[in-house]
Nanobody, 128 residues
């Protein structure tokens, strides 16, 4: 079983920045952090969970939801078993609980049901 733990959330003013981290631990045979697809999702109060960004195929590719393109950057440090989401130019509509997820699949990285492991989430609040 892989465990994921997010950190780095908080309260920030509009236009500010935050960097979220996702620390991974544990691994099943053949399923390690470096060969997992890693995604970030978010859920605002009263709304469904939505895809934010993903990094996959051994980190060669990234994919972003349209509203965060050019503002958010997903990355990972395999040596530290940690993924990151750098969030710049934050807007009040980015306010949500942010979750990281990891999975071993070939398919749409924006589909949450494809991911096997999830963290507990970290709150991001952007004030106007």
């Amino acid at each position: 079983q892989m465990q994921l733990e997010e950190s780095g959330g908080g309260l920030v003013q509009a236009g500010g920045s935050l960097r979220l981290s996702c620390a991974a631990s544990g691994a099943a045979s053949g399923r390690t952090f470096d060969n997992a697809a890693m995604g970030w999702f978010r859920q605002a109060p009263g709304k469904e969970r939505e895809f934010v960004a993903a990094i996959f195929q051994l980190g060669r590719y990234t994919y972003y939801e349209d509203s965060v393109k050019g503002r958010f950057t997903i990355s990972r440090d395999v040596a530290k078993n940690t993924g990151y989401l750098q969030m710049n130019s934050l807007k009040p509509e980015d306010t949500a609980v942010y979750f990281c997820a990891a999975g071993f699949f070939r398919g749409a990285v924006q589909r949450g049901e494809n991911y096997d492991y999830w963290g507990q989430g970290t709150q991001v609040t952007v004030s106007s």
